[in-house]
């Protein structure tokens, strides 16, 4: 949806449930000039870039609507021949290219790509090196390639991410998985040590069960994991975070469940 059905609609619903809500009720709401906000729900002038976050704020914008809207504030500024027009004409994307497996098989590359949606973040690599605590020159090779597969672009000097939204399909080969799982792991282990226990959760939690109520728990996790996102992201974000859930047998299975999960 593009941002000014969503300005649309919720002047709609206002007006509906208050029929003296005008237009500069709504401006002075959103804190915008009325003759600005008539213009863009008329569609004669563009969203100032620097006034979406604000917006999205004032909306409680969440979730995917939270994301279309700073998306397409970010899309209407862009000259999409520069960049490619079919690389940003999807909110959601799929990572399906062996280049693009063997990129996001990096799990810098994820954490950027969340860095750059955080409303204080800077385009500066330096500044990016050390919240990242990774090399200049690591930096560099990720915007360059980032930017080659039009997962972000540099607008008026800052850099912009088209594709917030995005995951693996069957073509990312299963090394490239498990190479991202390991690395998270490793450093999950060095901040168990390293970060204050009031700024992380490590949690276990042993159980015996029916290996037959498996993907039940499976479609559980997933769909925590996902609530767990729409209520902790915002457009007030400071840091990046990374929850993993691993469900792991702890006795050993029989060797015929055994050769099934190294086929599945």
């Known amino acids: 949806m593009h941002y000014t059905e969503i300005l649309r609609e919720e002047f709609n619903v206002r007006r509906a449930r208050n029929a003296s809500f005008s237009l500069r009720s709504y401006s002075r709401y959103l804190g915008l000039a009325p003759t600005l906000v008539a213009d863009v729900l008329a569609d004669r002038k563009k969203l100032p870039r620097d006034k979406a976050h604000q917006v999205a704020e004032k909306l409680a914008l969440k979730d995917s609507t939270l994301s279309e809207f700073i998306c397409s504030v970010n899309r209407d500024h862009i000259d999409l021949a520069k960049i490619g027009a079919m690389k940003i004409q999807h909110d959601f994307h799929l990572i399906d290219e062996e280049s693009l497996s063997q990129m996001f098989s ?69 090394p490239d998985i498990r190479k991202i799982h390991r690395a998270y792991m490793e450093i999950a282990t060095k901040k168990l040590e390293t970060v204050e226990l009031k700024d992380r959760l490590y949690n276990l939690q042993f159980m015996h069960l029916n290996k037959a109520r498996l993907p039940e728990a499976k479609k559980l996790i997933i769909e925590f994991r996902q609530k767990l996102a729409e209520l902790m992201e915002g457009t007030d974000s400071d840091e990046v975070y990374t929850m993993a859930l691993q469900l792991i047998p702890m006795t050993e299975l029989g060797e015929q469940e055994e050769s099934i999960l190294k086929n599945a």
């Open 106 to 174: 990096d799990i810098d590359y994820h954490v950027f790509l969340c860095l750059t949606r955080m409303k204080e973040f800077r385009t500066d690599h330096h500044w990016i090196s050390r919240k990242m605590n990774i090399s200049k020159d690591k930096v560099d090779l990720m915007v360059d390639k980032l930017m080659r597969h039009g997962f972000i672009d540099v607008l008026e000097g800052e850099i912009v991410c088209l594709i917030p939204n995005y995951e693996t399909t069957n073509g990312i080969h299963k």
